[in-house]
C-alpha cells in the first residue's frame, strides 16, 4: 500500500473514482428507496398507460382498490420521489467536485461525466422509452457545474432563483407551451394502438414522434431540476447530508409543513418541501446503526441506481409493448403495481449479489471508464488509499 503523501500525489495525477469503501451508505439508501417511488409512478402513470391520459381527465378505475393507490401515489409520491431524485443529483455533483478537487482536470472531468450521461440519456431516450429523465438531468448539470465553483451564497442565491421561477411557470404556464387537446387525444388513440400490438420497429417510430409532445413536459420542470440540484450541492457543502441531529430537526416540520402545503392546494412548493422531509427523515434514520440495519437493503440497489433504472425501461417496454407481452391498456393500477413490486424486489436481490463480487454496477462502471478515459478495474473490492 502506498503511503499518504504518495497517494495524494498519485490522485493529483490520476484522479479515480470514488472508492466503493468511502461512499455514504445512507445517501445510497435514499437512492434505493427514492428509486421504487420513481419506478412506481413510471410503471403506473407511463409504461401502462399514456403518460398524456392523465391530461385529458379520463378515469378508467373499476376498482376501489385501484383508486385507492391512484390516491396514495399521487398525493404521497408522484412529483416527490423525482424530487429527491433531483436532490440526490445534486448532493452525487457536489460530492465528485468536492473530491476532484486535486486534480487539474476536474472541470474537465466532469464535464465529460455529464457528457456520457448525455450519451446515455439519448439513447435511452429514443431507443428504449421517451420517458427518459438522464437527458434532462445531464442538461441540467452543466447548468448547475459552474455555480459549483462558488461560495455557499452563490449557490443559496441560485437555487431560490431557479426554483422561484419555477413556481412562477407553474402559477402562469407561457402560453404555447403544451399542445391542443385535440393533438394529445390523438396521441393517446394512437399510442394504445401501436404501443399495445406494434412490433419494435414501429413502437420506435412511435416513440419519437412523441419526442415534440414529451419536450415541454421536461421544459415546465427544467427550472425545478436545477434549483433541486443546487440545493442538494448546498446540502451536501453546508454538511447538512452528513449531520444525522440536523437531518431528523429537519425531517419532522419539513413533511407536517409540505403536507399542509398539499392541503391548500399550494402543490408546486409543496411538494418540494415534502420531498426534503423525505430525504431528512430517511438520511436520518439511515445514519444510525439500527436504521442502517432496517434500511440497509436499500444501499446496494442506490449503488446500482443508474443501472438498476434502465433496467427497468427494458423490462416494462417488454411487458407493457407490443414487442413483448403486449398488456399496455389492459392492467389495472393494483396490478401493474405488483408486477413492478416483483421487478424491484428482484432488482434489491440481484444489486446485493452483483455488488459482492463486483466493485459497481455494469452502467456505473461503464460511466466512469468513459468518464476517465481508461477502463476501470471491476472485479473485487477497492482498497481505501487515503
Avoid at 55 to 71: M, N, V, Y
Avoid at 287 to 313: C, D, H, I
Wanted: hydrophobic content about 55%; proline content about 4%; glycine content about 10%.
Amino acid at each position: 500500500m502506498t503511503s499518504n503523501s504518495a497517494a495524494s500525489s498519485d490522485s493529483s495525477a490520476s484522479p479515480r473514482p470514488t472508492n466503493p469503501l468511502d461512499r455514504i451508505d445512507a445517501i445510497d439508501v435514499l437512492r434505493g428507496i427514492a428509486l421504487f417511488g420513481v419506478m412506481a409512478i413510471n410503471l403506473v402513470m407511463e409504461f401502462r398507460v399514456s403518460i398524456f391520459e392523465q391530461f385529458l381527465g379520463r378515469k378508467t378505475l373499476a376498482s376501489p382498490i385501484d383508486r385507492a393507490i391512484e390516491t396514495i401515489l399521487t398525493e404521497a409520491v408522484e412529483l416527490k420521489a423525482f424530487a429527491l431524485f433531483s436532490l440526490l443529483f445534486g448532493v452525487g455533483l457536489a460530492i465528485q467536485f468536492d473530491r476532484l478537487a486535486a486534480s487539474g482536470r476536474r472541470t474537465a472531468l466532469l464535464a465529460r461525466r455529464l457528457a456520457v450521461l448525455l450519451g446515455f440519456g439519448v439513447i435511452h431516450l429514443c431507443l428504449i422509452w421517451n420517458g427518459d429523465i438522464l437527458t434532462e438531468y445531464a442538461l441540467a448539470g452543466f447548468i448547475v457545474l459552474p455555480f459549483l465553483f462558488g461560495p455557499h451564497w452563490l449557490l443559496t442565491l441560485a437555487a431560490l432563483v431557479s426554483l422561484a421561477l419555477y413556481l412562477a411557470i407553474q402559477a402562469s404556464p407561457p402560453e404555447g407551451l403544451f399542445p391542443s387537446r385535440t393533438v394529445i387525444w390523438r396521441d393517446v388513440m394512437d399510442a394504445n394502438r401501436i404501443y399495445a400490438t406494434s412490433g419494435f420497429l414501429d413502437v420506435l417510430a412511435f416513440r419519437l414522434r412523441e419526442l415534440h409532445l414529451v419536450a415541454p413536459l421536461h421544459a415546465f420542470v427544467f427550472a425545478r431540476t436545477i434549483g433541486l440540484f443546487l440545493l442538494g450541492a448546498l446540502a451536501w457543502r453546508s454538511g447538512v447530508v452528513q449531520n444525522a441531529p440536523a437531518l431528523c430537526a429537519i425531517a419532522l416540520p419539513a413533511i407536517a409543513l409540505g403536507a399542509a402545503l398539499l392541503y391548500e392546494d399550494i402543490e408546486p412548493l409543496g411538494t418540494i418541501v415534502l420531498a426534503v422531509g423525505y430525504g431528512a427523515a430517511i438520511l436520518g434514520i439511515a445514519s444510525f446503526e439500527r436504521g442502517k440495519r432496517l434500511l440497509g437493503w436499500a444501499a446496494p440497489l442506490g449503488r446500482m441506481a443508474f443501472t438498476n433504472y434502465v433496467a427497468q425501461s427494458v423490462i416494462f417496454g417488454w411487458i407493457f409493448y407490443g414487442y413483448g407481452l403486449g398488456l399496455f391498456g389492459r392492467l389495472g393500477i393494483t396490478q401493474a403495481l405488483a408486477i413492478g413490486i416483483a421487478v424491484y424486489i428482484g432488482q434489491v436481490l440481484s444489486s446485493a449479489w452483483w455488488l459482492r463480487r463486483y466493485r459497481y454496477g455494469p452502467l456505473e462502471w461503464l460511466w466512469r471508464s468513459l468518464m476517465y478515459g481508461r477502463r476501470e478495474p471491476i472485479v473485487g473490492v477497492q482498497v481505501t488509499v487515503r
